[in-house]
C-alpha cells in the first residue's frame, strides 16, 4: 500500500531527523509507529502524504511514486490518505455532520447527507449529529474527526496519537472504533503512539523509531521478546519481577534460570506442570504475566529449575511446546 525507500529529512543542514527510512504497509493492517519525544515520529507521518516532503528518498503509494508527481496529480493521491491530527483540525463554526460532510462538499460529491449519517452512525455520532464542537466530549471530537477521515473511503488512515488527550475509558472506546474502521471498512492504518497499551491492543505491527532511525520493525508479539531492546528499556517494564532475586540466583549457579514465551493458545495449555511431572522435574516460578495482545494472549515467565538428570530433556520438550525458551544461566555444579 504504502513504500518508502531511503526517506531522508533534513531541518536545516545539520539536524538529521529521518535516517534513511525504508519499509512498507502491508494491506489492511493496523501498523503502530512508537518512538519517544523527538525521535521524528509526527515527522514520519507528515511524509507519507508529502506534507512534507523528505529531503531524499522515495515514497510509493500503490506502486505510484508520489514524490516525483505534480502538484495536481499529488491533490489527487492525497485523496487516499486521510490524516487525523492530534488537535483534531475541527471548525467550531459547523455541526458535527457540517465537519463530516465537508470533504464531500470539497470533492463535489452527490449523495452527501446519506453518506454521512451512514457513517455517523458507524461511528456513533448518530445522536450528536447537530451539536457544535464546543459541545462535544473529548472522545466525541475524536469519532468526528475520525468520521470525516474515513468519510470519503481512503485507502489508508492516518491516527497522530489518537488516545493522547483521553481518559482510560474513553481510549478504550476510541481504540475499538479504530479496529472497526480497520476491519469492517478494510482501511489500512498506521498509528503513531507513545502509548504501550495502544500497540497491545490494535496493533499487527510495530516500527520503533528512535533518533531518526527505525530500531525495530516486526509483529507486535515478537516486540516483546527482543528484550535486549531499547524499546523495553523506553516503553515497557516487566512488574511484579524481583531484578535482585534472578540476579541473585544467577550469580550463585545452583540451579537452572529460563525465560519462556508463550503466545497464542497455547498460553493457557498447562506445559509446564505436565513436562515436570513426566520428567520429576522441581520447578519455582519466579515471574509470571499474562497479558493479551490484539489477536492472542501472551505470557511470559521466568523459571528456575533444580538440578536435575533429566533436565537436559525437559529443556528439549519444553522448546517444542513453548513459543521462545532462552536458558539465563548454565546453572549446575
Not at 489518537?162 to 475509558?169: I, M, V
Not at 500497540?199 to 520493525?217: E, P, S
Not at 515497557?236 to 545452583?254: F, G, H, R, S, T
Amino acid at each position: 500500500m504504502l513504500r518508502l525507500e531511503d526517506v531522508n529529512l533534513f531541518y536545516q543542514k545539520n539536524n538529521h531527523v529521518l535516517k534513511n527510512i525504508s519499509f512498507e504497509t502491508q494491506k489492511e493492517e493496523i501498523l503502530g509507529i512508537i518512538g519517544l519525544s523527538g525521535a521524528g515520529k509526527s515527522s514520519l507521518l507528515k511524509t507519507f502524504n508529502l506534507l512534507q516532503r523528505p529531503s531524499s528518498g522515495k515514497i510509493f503509494l500503490d506502486n505510484i511514486l508520489i514524490t516525483d508527481l505534480k502538484k495536481k496529480e499529488l491533490r489527487q493521491v492525497r485523496k487516499q490518505i486521510s490524516v487525523v491530527f492530534q488537535n483534531y483540525n475541527l471548525l467550531n463554526s459547523r455541526t458535527v455532520f457540517e465537519n463530516v460532510a465537508l470533504a464531500l462538499e470539497l470533492e463535489h460529491q452527490k449523495f452527501i447527507e446519506p453518506t454521512v449519517l451512514n457513517v455517523l452512525e458507524k461511528v456513533g455520532l448518530s445522536h450528536r449529529k447537530d451539536a457544535y464542537i464546543s459541545q462535544l466530549s473529548g472522545g466525541e471530537k475524536q469519532r468526528t474527526a475520525i468520521a470525516r477521515a474515513v468519510v470519503t473511503n481512503p485507502k489508508i488512515l492516518l491516527l497522530d496519537e489518537p488516545t493522547s488527550a483521553l481518559d482510560p475509558k474513553t481510549t478504550e472506546k476510541i481504540l475499538d472504533l479504530v479496529l472497526y474502521v480497520n476491519k469492517e471498512l478494510g482501511i489500512t492504518t498506521i498509528v503513531v503512539t507513545h502509548e504501550m497499551e495502544v500497540i497491545k491492543r490494535i496493533c499487527d505491527r510495530v516500527l520503533y523509531l528512535k533518533d531518526g532511525t527505525i530500531k525495530f520493525l516486526g509483529q507486535t508479539h515478537r516486540l516483546f521478546i527482543e528484550k535486549d531492546s531499547q524499546i523495553l528499556e523506553d516503553f515497557y517494564e516487566e512488574i511484579n519481577i524481583d531484578k535482585e532475586l534472578i540476579n541473585q540466583k544467577l550469580e550463585k549457579k545452583e540451579s537452572h534460570l529460563l525465560r519462556i514465551v508463550f503466545w497464542g493458545s497455547s498460553t493457557h495449555c498447562p506445559v509446564i506442570s505436565t513436562l515436570s511431572l513426566k520428567y520429576s522435574v522441581t520447578s519455582n516460578i519466579l515471574y509470571g504475566k499474562i497479558e493479551h495482545l490484539k489477536n492472542n494472549p501472551y505470557g511470559t515467565l521466568i523459571l528456575e529449575i533444580s538440578e536435575n538428570p533429566n533436565y537436559s530433556d525437559f529443556l528439549n520438550e519444553l522448546k517444542k511446546n513453548v513459543y521462545f525458551c532462552e536458558e539465563l544461566t548454565g546453572g549446575g555444579k
